[in-house]
């Protein structure tokens, strides 16, 4: 099973449409969370999906097409989840063929920990987290701009708050090890125990998207 996360960067670059299509085929993930979405994007290999909602034309310049969040799924989605900010994080329930996972896709702050919204970003998505991962198996994925390895992007207090909750809550951040990295795939350690986990990145220079594409198989 492949579960993955890749934030397009709005596609700003609309001559990388064709190239981020391609990727995401060739990954062939069973669920993928995409954050800074564009509808731009086609991906008709998925048979199920579901997003966040329309964003206003404010400061930020929103695409009619732009969402933050997109989960897809070659999966069924039986059902989804409320969330603290429909614009920014969704979450629904995947019946998979390794049991029914729920998972939560997310942006945490906007345009990063420099954004005004990112701590109640984070604490209401803690509040999520704590929350929702009571009701079955959980994934908490997508840009959390957060790095947990190096020094390439982080604050200590969101960081260590993150680890505290994925700690209290038995989630395992699958993908912390990577370096120079922001986006993770966190999911309860039931649902992974025992699984041999690999991980593979694509975009590693960071040329069709400012971020990696991150994808875990077990």
């Not at 993955?4 to 670059?13: M, Q, V």
């Not at 120079?180 to 025992?194: K, Q, R």
Request: hydrophobic share 35%; glycine share 4%; with cysteine.
């Amino acid at each position: 099973m492949k579960i993955s996360t890749w934030n397009i960067e709005r596609l700003k670059i609309k001559k990388n449409l064709i190239e981020i299509q391609n990727e995401i085929a060739r990954i062939s993930a069973d669920i993928i969370i995409l954050t800074e979405f564009n509808n731009l994007v086609e991906l008709p290999f998925y048979t199920y999906k579901f997003e966040t909602e329309k964003l206003p034309n404010n400061l930020y310049n929103y695409k009619e097409t732009e969402r933050r969040t997109a989960i897809f799924s070659k999966f069924p989605i039986t059902k989804n989840y409320k969330t603290y900010d429909n614009q920014t994080s969704c979450c629904v329930e995947i019946e998979t063929e390794n049991g029914n996972l729920i998972v939560y896709g997310t942006i945490i702050g906007i345009v990063g920990i420099a954004d005004k919204n990112f701590h109640s970003d984070l604490e209401s998505q803690i509040a999520d987290i704590n929350s929702i991962s009571k009701l079955g198996n959980f994934c908490f994925a997508g840009d959390l701009n957060t790095s947990f390895s190096d020094n390439y992007y982080f604050s200590e207090i969101a960081r260590q708050k993150l680890q505290n909750c994925f700690m209290e809550n038995n989630l395992i951040n699958t993908t912390k090890n990577i370096k120079e990295n922001i986006d993770h795939l966190v999911i309860s350690e039931n649902f992974i125990e025992n699984k041999k986990i690999e991980i593979c990145e694509w975009n590693l220079e960071k040329k069709i998207s400012d971020h990696k594409g991150i994808c875990i198989e077990f």
